[in-house]
């Protein structure tokens, strides 16, 4: 009787931790800073912000960066010195640091 009963309470005590398991939502997987485009701040080899699949729409540079790599699929990073992307481009190519007056980017 006894071992029917710690039997009994075990299969309850695994029932509830694996219901309590499957009732955790899932975590997103971290964006790979190794696909689409990347931003670094070289001097201090930190990581940025990644673009995983970057459009050909206006973007800002994100604060702090001073690097870009294009990882996949890019063929040029156009920056801008006017938050809209309007004005004059500059090309960068997909591996170049990033000036201060650049504010913005669109890529190719």
């Not at 001097?43 to 800002?60: A, M, R, S, V």
């Not at 990073?77 to 980017?105: E, H, I, K, N, W």
């Amino acid at each position: 009787m006894r071992n029917a009963l710690t039997r009994t309470v075990i299969g309850l005590a695994s029932a509830v931790a694996l219901a309590g398991v499957a009732a955790t939502p899932a975590t997103a997987a971290p964006a790979d800073p190794e696909t689409g485009l990347s931003f670094y701040a070289h001097k201090e080899f930190k990581f940025i912000k990644n673009f995983p699949q970057p459009d050909t729409g206006c973007h800002l540079v994100p604060a702090g960066a001073d690097l870009l790599v294009g990882w996949s699929d890019l063929t040029n990073v156009l920056a801008y010195s006017t938050p809209d992307c309007s004005g004059q481009a500059s090309s960068l190519g997909t591996l170049r640091s990033v000036d201060s007056g650049d504010v913005s980017f669109r890529t190719e």
